[in-house]
């Protein structure tokens, strides 16, 4: 559990966040006194008669208030952080900051306010207890509860009921939707119920979270979560699941979190039935989560719903909806779809309805779910590449070997390369040339070289391309293919010579200068790719072309870095060994000559 936050003040941070809401829709407003974020007058549609507002305590956000505006909520009030607000902030909301429809009103008898809230003691209390002050002093007013939590069961639940949690959403939006298109309090609150009903959640965390303003985490308290230890059904508020985890993976994870939501057998957890054809699935991130590895969680939950539970779902949401803070979990939420008896829209159609509000993350329209479009490009991508055969030839057996001996040659200097990067960059110029090395090694062994410098060549670009990444193999990648063009242009010679090969390889640094500003001096791999060329093409020489190489390589030793990650991480480094990309380029350069590199010096315990 971190402790760390940008904003330690909890009575700060809250006012801040919610003044924050105001700036990205300049459509809401805030009330500060009340912690009220609401529409602004004329900000929605004009059909709409029944206000719709909700909330509890703060850090769930984007929950509640990122969450108003057309079509979802009319006003949402904020507590202090896991705290709910207070009643008297509540009634002010209802009374005035939405269109409560007093019995003045023209719409009074079909409008009203709607009060949406989790089911969480302190909330359910506050919340009603304003609801009754409203409808005492003449306001249409209603109230949902919502707990779609399976985490802990009937058993331990007692006469609480369950918990709120993220599914609450989706009461929100499809109530929002229902109230935006002008339909009366009944209508509305009852569909929220309806939706309500038909939900089911529940979370998984890795840790538990930290409020700013209180004392550090005890480690050593039963409450502290271990190394590969998870709570299974967590709470939105660091409460207790229904287990503790150890060392368990994603699949199984999600298999026991999908049985909780889906077992009709469990008799303490089996609140819905899920057996409607339409589903809609969401996957939230309780705030900690990374984009990249929410994206692997949600693909395996719905392979999950698929191939053990026969479920395709119609709506697949995934993203931050309701949060704990920055909770390193992630709950899934699936609706039951049914009839709203209503006449008319369905739930799918409430859901897909258009709105705006900065925490709704849904931006998928109907019409593209609905055109299922299954349709992809299949087209071979190799179609277009250099596979028509030169006429610049060359010995085949013989430049295999010097390749393979100067493949090999990179792959023996890779521990060198390591060090040397280790000190002034991340450490992985070496293997990334190992890598590429190897992968071109095995491709030599399948498919040989033919012969035809412009095929040879052009066959070896995509393996470079797939097998290096980071900066060295995009600049590998470009001049290779540089090279390939390069070649081809000088495909009336008829011979592959190194005059040939030097002309060549002069307009593939040209070419590759386009993309790059590094030049000799920059202490880069161009150090030893610019002396590598220009000796090739005055002497025709390989050998010596290479031993400038590997003389301008080692010169790269003191030579202060103008590009690449040597810039930013500073120190002395780059005083005591040399560049390591042009080190393991001007070794791929003797090999390639046949020349024996003398084993380096042992220098890595001082440097």
Not at 240 to 255: D, F, K, N, Q, V
């Amino acid at each position: 559990m971190s402790a760390k936050h940008f904003i330690n003040d909890p009575t700060h941070l809250v006012n801040a966040a919610l003044q924050a809401i105001t700036l990205t829709n300049p459509g809401v407003a805030l009330d500060a006194a009340n912690k009220v974020v609401y529409r602004r007058p004329g900000y929605g549609s004009s059909q709409q008669k029944v206000s719709i507002i909700s909330g509890g305590g703060s850090g769930h956000e984007p929950s509640f208030a990122a969450m108003v505006g057309p079509g979802l909520l009319s006003a949402a009030v904020a507590g202090t952080i896991f705290a709910s607000p207070s009643a008297e902030q509540v009634r002010a909301a209802i009374m005035a900051r939405v269109d409560n429809n007093e019995p003045s009103s023209s719409t009074a008898e079909s409008g009203g306010v709607l009060v949406t809230v989790m089911n969480y003691t302190g909330d359910v209390l506050n919340f009603g207890m304003a609801v009754e002050k409203a409808r005492a002093a003449g306001v249409n007013a209603e109230m949902v509860v919502v707990g779609d939590d399976v985490g802990v069961g009937r058993a331990k639940a007692g006469k609480v009921g369950r918990r709120g949690i993220a599914g609450t959403v989706l009461v929100h939006k499809i109530s929002g939707a229902l109230a935006a298109q002008g339909r009366s309090l009944a209508e509305v609150a009852k569909v929220a119920r309806l939706t309500a009903e038909n939900l089911v959640s529940v979370g998984a965390s890795l840790d538990h979270v930290h409020v700013p303003g209180r004392a550090p985490p005890d480690l050593n308290s039963a409450e502290h979560l271990k190394d590969r230890e998870l709570e299974l059904g967590m709470g939105i508020h660091n409460e207790a699941g229904s287990s503790r985890e150890t060392a368990i993976e994603l699949p199984e994870l999600a298999r026991k979190m999908l049985a909780q939501l889906l077992d009709p057998n469990d008799a303490d957890r089996a609140f819905v039935r899920v057996n409607s054809n339409e589903v809609v699935l969401l996957v939230n991130n309780l705030g900690g989560v990374s984009v990249l590895e929410l994206g692997g969680i949600l693909a395996e939950v719905v392979t999950q719903l698929d191939k053990g539970h026969g479920i395709k779902p119609v709506r697949i949401l995934s993203g931050t909806f309701m949060t704990s803070l920055n909770g390193l979990g992630f709950s899934i939420s699936l609706l039951n779809v049914v009839n709203t008896d209503i006449g008319g829209p369905s739930m799918i159609d409430l859901l897909d309805y258009p709105c705006e509000a900065t925490g709704w993350s849904s931006p998928v329209s109907k019409l593209t779910w609905e055109e299922k479009n299954t349709a992809t490009r299949q087209q071979d991508a190799s179609v277009g590449l250099n596979s028509r055969p030169s006429g610049l030839k060359l010995d085949p057996k013989a430049a295999q070997v010097a390749l393979t001996n100067a493949l090999e040659s990179v792959i023996a200097v890779e521990p060198e390369v390591t060090r040397y990067d280790t000190v002034v960059g991340d450490g992985d110029c070496g293997i990334g040339l190992k890598r590429g090395a190897e992968a071109v090694l095995k491709h030599l062994t399948s498919q040989p070289l033919s012969g035809d410098v412009v095929i040879d060549v052009a066959n070896i670009v995509p393996v470079i391309e797939m097998e290096m990444d980071g900066t060295s193999g995009a600049l590998y990648a470009i001049f290779l293919n540089a090279l390939v063009a390069a070649l081809r242009s000088e495909a009336a010679q008829g011979e592959a010579s190194p005059r040939v090969w030097a002309s060549a390889l002069d307009q593939s640094c040209e070419a590759l200068s386009k993309y790059t500003p590094a030049r000799p001096g920059d202490r880069t791999l161009v150090d030893a790719l610019y002396p590598f060329v220009e000796v090739l093409g005055k002497t025709g020489d390989v050998k010596q072309a290479a031993e400038a190489a590997q003389s301008a390589a080692e010169g790269t030793k003191g030579m202060k870095a103008s590009l690449g990650r040597t810039v930013y991480i500073g120190g002395s480094g780059f005083e005591q060994v040399p560049d390591p990309g042009a080190w393991g380029l001007a070794s791929f350069f003797l090999g390639l000559a046949g020349v024996k590199k003398e084993k380096a010096e042992e220098e890595w315990e001082t440097l």
